[in-house]
Nanobody, 113 residues
Framework: QVQLVESGGGLVQPGGSLRLSCVAS????????MGWYRQAPGKQRELVAA???????NYAGSVKGRFTISRDNAKNTVNLQMNSLRPEDTAVYYC???????WGQGTQVTVSS
């Protein structure tokens, strides 16, 4: 059974930072591209960042230069470092594997003063 578990969300002030982690079990992520998506209330789920099995990355324009996606295949983990957070970054953040299309349960990120 494949399971993805996100952690690291929370409440942060504008300009602050958070680091999200996603640990996979039941599958080896090293051969799969991985993604972080987010969904804000009343909005569609959108891609935030993705990383290929070879380490190539892709970012949404709204987060480029502020967020960094990385992977640690030895730990079966994908991370999202989020800096210079803005209120519009508030959303539930999900990690997923492109191979098999598995999704985590999400972690809430709230950016507010």
């Amino acid at each position: 059974q494949v399971q993805l578990v996100e952690s690291g969300g929370g409440l942060v002030q504008p300009g602050g930072s958070l680091r999200l982690s996603c640990v996979a079990s039941g599958t080896i992520i090293s051969s799969s591209a991985m993604g972080w998506y987010r969904q804000a209330p009343g909005k569609q789920r959108e891609l935030v960042a993705a990383i290929t099995s070879g380490g190539g990355t892709n970012y949404a324009g709204s987060v480029k230069g502020r967020f960094t996606i990385s992977r640690d295949n030895a730990k079966n983990t994908v991370n999202l470092q989020m800096n210079s957070l803005r209120p519009e970054d508030t959303a539930v953040y999900y990690c997923m594997t492109y191979r098999g299309n598995y999704w985590g349960q999400g972690t809430q990120v709230t950016v507010s003063s």
